[in-house]
């Protein structure tokens, strides 16, 4: 099963867990996350809803788009799209 297109391109982002828990203190930082960056947002995102997977809506934000989800067990995904 693909959750995301085969013919976009993605990256695997690591972030900083402290600097991640300054910028979100809300964040259960006790459970699994990963953000994954993908070229196309608008392709994806649909996709994804198609397939039964509770996405929350894409922000819009300065630099990027960006997209949450979660899995079964509730660990938490972020899909981003950076501006060029």
Partial sequence: MWILKKDGQLKSVFQDQVKV?????????????FLMEYSDLDATYPFMLDR??????????????VF?????????????????
């Fill in 21 to 33: 828990a300054e910028l979100n203190p809300e964040l259960d930082l006790g459970r699994p996350s």
């Fill in 52 to 65: 039964g997977i509770l996405v929350m809506p894409i922000v819009d934000l300065d630099l990027m788009r």
């Fill in 68 to 84: 949450n989800f979660s899995d079964l067990e509730e660990n938490y995904f972020a899909i981003r799209e950076v501006k060029k």
